[in-house]
């Protein structure tokens, strides 16, 4: 098996994203949105750097200490739903809450599934379910933690119109419940133009400024 070697996706990335903030990561097909997003969440190791999240150096944690890290402190939510095919909707929310000794996992649950729409589909499994309910299910269960930060990559990616811009708007009301900070990765200006911020990625870099907002489109 041949050796495919080191492949640096990123370049030069300096990015401070404050408590509360909602940052927009846009940019071409490849241009390294995604694999900041999972550097960010320490799903992937940054090869150069360093990664700080809620005053804790993420660079310097085991993979256990980031899973640790992430069940505490962060919610993710990608295009690929991840739902477990063999749980209901109440158990896939459920079952990370009970994994992190949450006393009321079952109640908390069915709190944010009746949040996102969903309390009267809380038995049914994800094969039962659009993939816009799927996709509720996986706000849900990412939300249920009460994250300090939610990270999302191309929540929509999988949706039609329609129910891509029901899950925004349920993201963003989420967001605002929880006030969590939330970095979102999207290949939309129109859904960009929702957020506080965003960053220009190209080429694995920055490539706008990072301290203005983009012009809302209501403007």
Request: aromatic content about 2%; charged content about 20%.
């Amino acid at each position: 098996m041949g050796n495919a070697g080191r492949v640096d996706i990123l370049h030069g990335i300096t990015l401070d994203v404050k408590q509360g903030e909602t940052l927009g990561l846009i940019g071409p097909s490849g241009s390294g949105k995604s694999s900041l997003l999972m550097l960010m969440g320490g799903l992937e190791r940054a090869t150069g750097g360093k990664i700080t999240a809620l005053g804790h150096d993420l660079t310097a944690m085991s993979e256990d200490q980031l899973a640790r890290f992430r069940r505490d402190h962060m919610g993710i939510v990608f295009q690929s739903f991840h739902l477990i095919p063999t749980m209901t909707a109440l158990e896939n929310v459920a079952t990370p809450l009970e994994l992190a000794g949450v006393s009321d996992a079952f109640p908390r649950a069915a709190a944010e599934l009746d949040a996102v729409g969903l309390g009267h589909r809380a038995d049914h499994y994800p094969s039962q379910l659009s993939g816009g309910e799927q996709q509720r299910v996986a706000l849900a269960r990412a939300l249920a933690p009460r994250p300090d930060i939610l990270l999302a990559d191309e929540p929509t990616g999988n949706l039609d119109a329609a129910n891509g811009d029901a899950i925004i708007d349920l993201l963003f009301d989420l967001r605002d419940r929880h006030k969590a900070t939330l970095v979102l990765v999207t290949h939309s200006n129109d859904l960009a133009a929702r957020c506080d911020r965003v960053i220009h990625l190209h080429d694995g870099q920055i490539s706008a400024p990072v301290d203005a907002p983009l012009q809302k489109a209501a403007q």
